[in-house]
């Protein structure tokens, strides 16, 4: 991305900002230079909106980039692809990396990685404990003071389940400001685990995930983040007990935040009687009456965020029968799409809700500076375009992602990113990576 002399213009026609009236944005090197109507097009690439969305770029709490280690899923280089053609701007990637994400020297790789991909900001999360083994607490600081800047820890995949390293982990961070975000799943009851335990695992014979493995950890780090005054974030609430507790922790005014992802806003585990390991996830899909307390908790507030959890992974780990297959599902490229399907369609968000959810809020428990900002004069261009009446079926063939593990394959989703701007500058045009 190198500066020319002559200053990078884009003007961008009649856009409705978070949904709002059509007006004009100018982009000048990299910042929103101007908001207004009848702008003059003078020198700048000229983007006929016709009353498309304009939203902040998207920020991903939750990626899995897979580099270094798994580059037959995913890289660096196409997760960031991935990210910029669903329309985000900055991606969290998770800590669960060959070796894992538990040193400087790993942390800065990813970072340099993601700044020579171009296409998305990087920001590596670092491991909690050492190779997430759950053990020993990793060099947590060392980590924060790389170059990487790492604010965000987790054992991602996997549950500190420890309560000593929890405590010891939420009080070291909390020096810097950091927040540990913790993946809810009490071991032992889940132990060969395979979906969600109710009916349909009855049915199928499946052994069964309760709900009270995700609830009864986040029941207890609520308490020791509030004992210890530090930050907590819960990675992919996926059950209407999960979103209870966090509602009772919030209403006694501790610092917890919460994410749900996608597949958990739209998908049961009436899917898994297809034996189709693409459904096979962690957190498992739910309920119908957990899906519907996921949204409204979205919606009210309860949920901070909307996180993809992509979890790419490679077709021979996943087209297999479903006790031997991997779980994850990839989500970057579908995310706004489900997200509008299921929150704005349905009336429970506005566009501005999804700029909060998917944009500030999401950077700012990252404490992600340049991203998660309002479309305004002065602010660096992280811009994504949405054309909400586009539908379209579902086809991984089109996916930029190294793998295609979606659960959408078919199915007709609303909305289409039709340019990302990163800084002032396009990742994507019409639909297509630049
Ligand atoms: N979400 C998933 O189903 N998979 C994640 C890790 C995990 O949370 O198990 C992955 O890294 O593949």
């Given amino acids: 991305m190198s500066e020319t002399a002559t200053p990078r213009r884009t003007l961008i026609k009649g856009a409705k900002i978070l949904g709002g009236r059509p007006q004009d944005v100018l982009v000048e090197n990299g910042t ?32 899995h980039l897979r580099e270094p280690g798994r580059e037959d899923s995913e890289t660096v280089l196409t997760g960031t692809r991935a990210a910029a053609a669903g329309g985000y701007t900055a991606v969290h990637a998770m800590a669960n990396t060959f070796p894992v994400a538990d040193t400087a020297g790993v942390v800065e790789q990813v970072w340099r990685l993601g700044r020579e991909s171009g296409y998305c900001d990087v920001q590596p999360i670092g491991a909690v404990t050492v190779g997430l083994g759950g053990k020993q607490l990793a060099e947590l600081g060392a ?16 549950c500190v389940d420890d309560a000593v390293i929890m405590r010891r982990a939420l009080e070291y ?64 609430l996926s059950t209407a007990g999960s979103v209870e507790l966090v509602r009772w922790a919030k209403s006694k005014g501790w610092r917890v935040t919460a994410e749900v992802t996608p597949h958990h806003l739209l998908l049961t585990d009436e899917l898994v009687r297809s034996y189709d390991p693409v459904y096979k996830v962690n957190p498992p899909l739910r309920t119908e009456t957990d899906v519907l307390a996921l949204r409204e908790a979205l919606a009210d507030g309860t949920i901070d965020i909307v996180a ?12 297999c029968e479903w006790g031997a297959a991997a779980m994850g599902m990839i989500g970057l490229e579908t995310a706004l799409s489900v997200v509008q399907h299921t929150m704005v369609d349905t009336g429970l968000m506005d566009w501005a809700k999804v700029a909060d959810r998917m944009a500030y809020a999401p950077a700012a428990i ?17 811009l994504t375009l949405v054309d909400p009446a586009y539908r379209s079926l579902v086809d991984p063939a089109g996916f930029v992602s190294r793998s295609r593990n979606t659960p959408y394959k078919g199915r007709e989703l609303p909305g289409r990113v039709t340019h990302t701007f ?6 994507v045009t019409d639909g297509n990576l630049t």
């Fill in 143 to 158: 980590m924060h003071d790389s170059a990487a800047g790492v604010t965000v820890f987790s054992d991602d995949g996997k």
């Fill in 422 to 427: 990163l800084r002032g500058r396009a990742t």
């Fill in 173 to 236: 961070v909390k020096a810097f400001d950091g927040v540990i975000a913790q993946h809810a799943q009490e071991p032992r009851l889940t132990e060969g685990a395979q979906m969600n335990e109710g009916t349909v695992s009855a049915e199928l014979g499946l052994t069964g995930w309760p709900a009270v493995a995700e609830e009864s950890i986040i029941a207890r780090d609520i308490l020791l983040a509030a004992h210890v005054g530090s930050r907590l974030h819960i990675c992919h």
């Fill in 32 to 63: 929103i230079a101007e908001i207004g109507s009848g702008l003059p097009a003078a020198g700048a690439t000229v983007i006929e909106a016709d009353g498309r969305i304009l939203l902040p770029g998207l920020v991903d709490l939750h990626t």
């Fill in 308 to 319: 993809t959890d992509h979890a790419p992974h490679p077709h021979e780990d996943k087209d």
């Fill in 366 to 382: 990252g404490r992600l500076a340049g991203h998660g900002r309002p479309v305004a004069v002065g602010e660096p261009a992280n």
